[in-house]
């Protein structure tokens, strides 16, 4: 089966501080990967699509600035929060879209990562 | 018409029941509807999932239900277990372009030993 990793699970950091959390397709190629944020039971929030070699597509909202993103290669992509603040506090999860025929609907989701910004 | 609403908010039904969660759509061009079940500080794991010219899917005991006509689909969960408790989310894809998932809210399911 599509395994998606991401790390880290859970980060500690202290406010004005960048924090990155990686998502990596194991098995598969990913030209597109998409990142999530999650309140407390919420749903999952899009916060941007990633592109390989291409800038990220960013939601309504969203600032690019703040949360940068690098898809820098088919089975990577990353998520940079900079200058962290406590209301950046959340649960970011990723997922990947498997290129491959028929599966390609399918996103595969990382386990997500706990921000915790003091 | 990019939403996906679902129902209800929270369930709780004794094991071996059958849990029914609702979702319904308003863009006839959503063409793939994905379930995702998770569990508490995880990421979603995709369940089950139809196209819209298919009226049924069963996968052990998963089941969707189609409704092309009602823009309506649900989710059955058959001879309910403690572990299948967790939290439902429907949601729905248009091809072409990026595939976006459009997320429907969430149930959060408690099965009752």
């Known amino acids: 089966g599509a395994v998606v990793s991401q790390h880290p699970s859970w980060v500690i950091c202290k406010s004005g501080t960048s924090v990155k959390i990686e998502c990596r397709s194991l098995?598969?190629?990913?030209?597109?990967m998409f990142w999530y944020r999650q309140f407390p039971k919420q749903s999952l929030m899009l916060m941007a699509t990633?592109?390989?070699?291409?800038?990220?597509?960013?939601e309504q909202g969203v600032e690019k600035d703040k949360f940068l993103i690098n898809h820098a290669s088919l089975t990577l992509s990353t998520l940079t929060v900079t200058s962290a603040h406590p209301e950046d506090s959340s649960f970011y999860i990723c997922?990947?879209?498997?290129?491959?025929?028929?599966?390609?609907?399918?996103?595969?989701f990382g386990a997500g990562t706990r921000l915790s910004v003091l | 018409q990019q939403q996906v609403k679902q129902s209800p908010q929270s369930l709780i039904v004794q094991k071996g029941g059958i849990p029914i969660i609702n979702c319904a759509y308003e863009?006839?061009?959503?063409?793939?509807f994905p379930w995702y079940q998770q569990f508490p500080g995880k990421g979603p794991a995709l369940l089950i999932a139809?196209?819209?010219?298919?009226s049924e899917k069963k996968e052990g005991r998963f089941t969707i239900s189609f409704n092309k006509s009602a823009k309506q689909f649900s989710l059955h969960i058959m001879d309910s277990q403690p572990g299948d408790s967790a939290t439902y989310f429907c949601?729905?894809?248009?091809?072409?372009?990026?595939?976006?998932?459009?997320f429907g809210a969430g149930t959060r399911l408690a099965v009752h030993p």
């Open positions: 997922s990947a879209r498997d290129d491959r025929g028929l599966a390609k609907n399918i996103q595969y």
């Open positions: 098995d598969f190629q990913a030209t597109t």
């Open positions: 990633s592109n390989e070699g291409s800038k990220a597509t960013y």
């Open positions: 863009n006839t061009a959503f063409d793939y």
């Open positions: 139809i196209r819209p010219d298919v």
């Open positions: 949601a729905a894809i248009l091809s072409g372009g990026y595939n976006k998932l459009i």
